[in-house]
């Protein structure tokens, strides 16, 4: 007769492919991002001229003839989807393997993203943005506790840093991508070639044996159980609230956002209006993936070697900033195009440097069952007080004052906060967490439904290849 008990199935995935696949999906993710900011999707409004001669306008302005506001909504409306999406992906992990949360969230992105390519004006736009909110919600989320379990215990805030590399280095891709894919075919294509890309990621969710997080268990349903774990959730969210070190962390995080997410919008176009740039796409692009690539990968190996602490990443944090704002200030201040952009990339290979240290802060200041949520909470609140109100204002501060320069030398000051936060942190009573007690061992009758976490097997105590 079978044993009850089976013994876990074995997963595809070794450290290296999984931390592979989860890049790749963070990088089209925000391919997308960045190509909606570029001047070929993004596009220029219809303008007239006072003797009455009126240019059509290009891309997505052109087409549903926007303001700049309503632009910069645009660029925002994602945030609706993901901030009713979050909370609730983070308390389903509890419920349900969070490998397969993650294919539904993918499967609802690619759906959303093919209905921009379709939108016939600001409103079916906007709401198909929103529906791109709610599937990042689920990878966003549940991606970085992932790499958090399985990279090898001396590099995780590498690992870390290569995740969140792809946000600037997607971004950036997305300038080139977006005018390439416009001017060559049209703005709605860059929309359908994305949904094309993520179709197979969306597939391996469901497909492949999923992987367990430290500190989850799938448990029966019921309506007591589903009671006691609503009263669970807000709990959860209360103590994480209550932590200093993380709260202190997300409002840095926050205030750098909001410089970072109007930057990654307007910069391009900044960059055209203040110095004549001829392909600001492509020069912000290339300036914004070689930083990013660079300076993030530098942030996580530095803090690696300095021991990877939360006192040593607030610190981190606070230096990379400050000094990144005051090149990225500088930068704004010269009238010549070489001058900026020799003093941008050093002021943005700073600024990068903060990814992988300020998430090593979100992820290992609380309990590991708390991962999920303390990330789609600080993903959450720096997008709702960051990025997502930084574009639309900055376009009502440009509407006001009509001087790019101006806007931009407002925008960059802003980050010396960030850092002045980010500071106090260092001061803070700060406690590692991620090897506190977790919750109870998954039920036998679903140990055949899931593979352990990677962090758990031989591969890695044997010091046997990753990959």
């Not at 399985?150 to 290569?162: E, I, Y």
Request: hydrophobic fraction near 45%.
């Amino acid at each position: 007769m079978a044993s009850s008990s089976a013994p876990p199935r074995e997963s595809w995935f070794t450290p290296v492919r999984l931390l592979v696949v989860f890049c790749v999906i963070n990088l089209i993710n925000y391919v997308d991002r960045g190509a909606i900011a570029s001047n070929g999707v993004n596009g220029n409004p219809k303008t007239c001229t006072k003797g009455g001669k009126c240019s059509g306008g290009s891309g997505i302005q052109g087409d549903f003839n926007l303001t700049n506001f309503q632009d910069g909504v645009i660029s925002s409306a994602f945030m609706v989807g993901f901030l009713v999406a979050s909370p609730i992906f983070a308390y389903l992990a509890k419920k349900f393997n969070p490998f397969r949360l993650i294919g539904v969230g993918l499967t609802v992105w690619t759906i959303a993203i093919t209905g921009c390519g379709f939108a016939i004006d600001f409103w079916s736009l906007a709401i198909c943005r929103m529906l791109v909110g709610v599937g990042e919600a689920s990878f966003v989320s549940l991606a970085a506790p992932y790499i958090d379990d399985n990279a090898p215990s001396r590099k995780k805030t590498a690992w870390l840093g290569v995740f969140y590399m792809c946000i600037p280095c997607g971004v950036a891709l997305g300038y080139v991508y977006g005018g390439l894919v416009a001017n060559h075919l049209s703005w709605r294509y860059a929309f359908w070639i994305e949904a094309g890309m993520m179709v197979p990621f969306a597939i391996l969710g469901f497909v492949m044996t999923p992987l367990q997080l430290k500190g989850f268990v799938q448990t029966e349903s019921t309506p007591a159980a589903s009671e006691g774990q609503r009263e669970n959730f807000l709990r959860d969210v209360k103590n994480i609230l209550v932590d200093k070190v993380y709260v202190v962390n997300v409002i840095g995080y926050t205030v750098y956002n909001f410089v970072i997410g109007a930057y990654s919008y307007w910069g391009p176009k900044a960059g055209y209006n203040i110095y004549h740039m001829k392909n600001a796409d492509i020069i912000f692009g290339g300036v914004t993936c070689i930083c990013g690539v660079f300076g993030t990968l530098a942030g996580g190996f530095v803090l690696d070697r300095l021991s990877s602490t939360i006192r040593n990443s607030f610190k981190l944090l606070s230096v990379a900033t400050l000094c990144g704002g005051m090149f990225c200030f500088a930068a704004f201040c010269f009238k010549s195009l070489y001058a900026f952009i020799a003093l941008f990339a050093i002021g943005e290979l700073l600024l990068f440097a903060t990814q992988g240290p300020v998430n090593f802060v979100c992820l290992h200041c609380v309990n590991p069952s708390l991962r999920p949520l303390s990330m789609a909470l600080s993903t959450v609140s720096i997008h709702v007080f960051g990025d997502v109100p930084s574009s639309p204002l900055v376009g009502v501060l440009q509407d006001h004052i009509k001087n790019w320069r101006a806007t931009a030398l407002i925008l960059t000051s802003i980050l010396f906060l960030a850092a002045l936060v980010w500071c106090f942190g260092i001061f803070l009573h700060s406690v590692d967490r991620f090897n506190e007690g977790i919750e109870p061992e998954i039920a036998p009758s679903d140990r055949s439904n899931t593979a352990p976490s990677l962090e758990d097997k031989p591969i890695e105590t044997n010091n046997q290849s990753l990959c």
